[in-house]
């Protein structure tokens, strides 16, 4: 059974940085699967932020995010994560991994469309 750990985040400032961290256990392995960052912040629906396809050639980010966060994994370790800079009040959230098992390099931004979740790590970004 697939399992999802997050991990990494924390209360920072505006304008740092974090990294946060998705550890994957299997089987099936984690080369198989397409992995993915969604968020929620208080009050509001949960929204896609990153994802990054088996052989991390697909990635797709959400344009709030996109040349500030970075989106990769590392496939010897069983790990993705979200490089998050310039963090704004904004991206304040619970962020979620997820994974899906994937034949290919698709890269779903639908949260539907995946089957596994962590159990979110709180990001907290002070001005």
């Known amino acids: 059974q697939v399992q999802l750990v997050e991990s990494g985040g924390g209360l920072v400032q505006a304008g740092d940085s974090l990294r946060l961290s998705c550890s994957f256990s299997g089987p099936p392995t984690f080369n198989q699967y397409s992995m993915a960052w969604f968020r929620q912040p208080p009050g509001k629906e949960r929204e896609f932020v990153a994802a990054?396809?088996?052989?991390?050639?697909?990635?797709y980010y959400a344009d709030s995010v996109k040349g500030r966060f970075t989106v990769s994994r590392d496939n010897t370790r069983s790990t993705a994560y979200l490089q998050m800079s310039s963090l704004k009040t904004e991206d304040s959230a619970i962020y979620y991994c997820?994974?899906?098992?994937?034949?290919?390099?698709?890269?779903?931004?639908?949260?539907?469309?995946?089957?596994?979740w962590g159990q979110g790590t709180q990001v907290t970004v002070s001005s």
């Open positions: 990054v396809g088996r052989g991390s050639i697909v990635k």
């Open positions: 997820a994974g899906r098992y994937s034949r290919t390099n698709s890269v779903p931004k639908a949260a539907g469309e995946y089957t596994n």
